[in-house]
């Protein structure tokens, strides 16, 4: 099979990285687990809502997210099972090309360069299965879909999910 993995929100804790961000610049303590639905931007005040809108044009932003747990080691074994390509939209931020690249050759070096894709508009991809965050991304997609839980897409149905990489593991390995 041919899988693409997103990886903001899906491989890459982007928006664990808002809140962390967003505690610092307004001195805060907003904490993932009192999140239930919406943007991080959706859950502070309106005042505070711009700097977080900031965060994406920093520079290191992309390069320092955390890995979502488990991503590794099941990427590592789907890799070796299947034709697995990154999917990223890295054109929107320029900056993260680069910061995506080097995030993955600490993370995930066993992807190649070959398996890298930064795209625009994903729908172009040619594949089996497509797991993002995004319905936007996976609407328009011609294979399979998987939807990654975000606080941010609670609210979307439509669509079969996953809350894990664990589960992804039950499913393709
Ligand atoms: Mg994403």
């Keep these: ?11 890459a ?20 687990n009192t999140i239930t639905s919406g943007e991080v931007w959706q859950n502070v005040p309106e005042t505070h ?11 290191g932003f992309f390069r320092n997210l955390n890995p979502i747990k488990d991503s590794i080691q099941v990427m590592e ?10 999917a990223t939209a890295a054109t929107q931020f320029p900056n993260s090309l680069k910061e995506k690249s080097d995030w993955l050759d600490e993370h995930m ?3 190649t360069w070959q398996h890298r894709i930064m795209c625009g ?38 669509y079969k999910r996953v809350a894990t990489w664990l589960e992804i593991a039950e499913l393709y390995l």
């Design 1 to 11: 099979m041919t899988i693409f993995v997103d990886m903001d929100d899906v491989i």
């Design 13 to 32: 804790d982007t928006y664990g990285k808002h809140i962390e961000l967003y505690n610092l610049e307004h001195k805060q303590d907003l904490k993932l």
């Design 49 to 59: 809502q711009a700097s977080i809108g900031k965060h994406a044009y920093q520079l």
């Design 77 to 86: 074994a789907l890799y070796a099972k299947h034709e697995v390509y990154i």
């Design 109 to 111: 070096p066993f992807i």
């Design 121 to 158: 508009d994903k729908f172009i991809l040619n594949g089996d299965v497509l797991i993002d965050d995004r319905t936007y991304n996976l609407e328009k997609f011609q294979g399979d879909t998987l939807l990654f839980n975000s606080p941010h897409n609670v609210n979307d149905s439509g």
